[in-house]
């Protein structure tokens, strides 16, 4: 089976899924919905080397810019929307296997039926994924989960190698009121990434994020 079939395979498996869940495609293995405040769930069929797919997931903050090599970026459109705190299955859980999905199925020597093994992979990605959602309502239900991810024994990559990370989680902290917690994550992040405290966007997502602070005091 060709990696052209699984593909397609995943797309229509994926839009089965979740369009009755509100999310709606930005790519063919990247769906994201939009109903909660600030945020973005996002859910992302990632390439995990050359054989196989992985089922990932997490929480995007829309305000809060993207780093590129050019220096960051906003995240404002549909199509720019992306994570910033991302669940890999390959770096954080030990059921990781059912969130693969062979890239190649006539290589993959298992006695699975095709379909039925990315259905499964789906179906079970979806259910862990859509349980993770329903615990976050808002920006300041973050904080805690970027902490339980900080916090949990790594297979692979641990966060430090998650490039969005340190900024999600500073901007998540000051939105919930912890700004002096916040500050020095964000710090960490323009330290490890060579970005200037004093850039425009950096500055104009802090104050967003003390605004909502203010909503809540």
Do not use: Q
């Given at each position: 089976m060709g990696a052209a079939q699984v593909s397609n395979w995943v797309k229509d498996d994926l839009a089965e899924r979740l369009l009755g869940e509100g999310f709606i495609e930005q790519n063919e293995?990247?769906?994201?919905?939009?109903?909660?405040?600030?945020?973005?769930?996002?859910?992302?069929?990632?390439?995990?080397?050359?054989?196989?797919?992985?089922?990932?997931?997490?929480i995007g903050i829309n305000f809060s810019p993207k780093f590129s090599r050019s220096g960051l970026k906003w995240k404002r459109t549909f199509k720019s929307l992306d994570f910033d705190l991302l669940t890999n299955p390959i770096d954080f859980r030990e059921d990781f296997g059912r969130f693969v999905i062979p890239r190649n199925?006539?290589?993959?020597?298992?006695?699975?039926?095709p379909r039925t093994k990315i259905s499964d992979a789906i179906d079970y990605g979806c259910a862990v994924a859509f349980s993770?959602?329903?615990s976050i309502n808002s920006i300041c239900d973050l904080p805690k989960r970027f902490q339980e991810l900080e916090d949990l024994p790594t297979k692979r990559f641990g966060t430090k190698n998650y490039i969005q990370f340190d900024l999600g989680y500073g901007i998540a902290l000051i939105a919930s009121n912890c700004e002096q917690h916040g500050?020095?994550?964000?710090?960490?992040?323009?330290?490890?990434?060579?970005?200037?405290?004093?850039?425009v966007k950096l500055n104009l997502a802090i104050a967003r994020a003390k605004a909502l602070a203010g909503t809540l005091s």
């Open positions: 293995r990247k769906w994201i919905r939009t109903t909660k405040p600030e945020i973005s769930e996002i859910i992302e069929i990632a390439v995990a080397g050359r054989a196989a797919y992985i089922f990932t997931f997490g199925l006539a290589a993959d020597g298992s006695h699975m039926a993770y959602f329903s500050r020095l994550r964000i710090n960490r992040f323009c330290e490890r990434y060579k970005v200037a405290a004093d850039d």
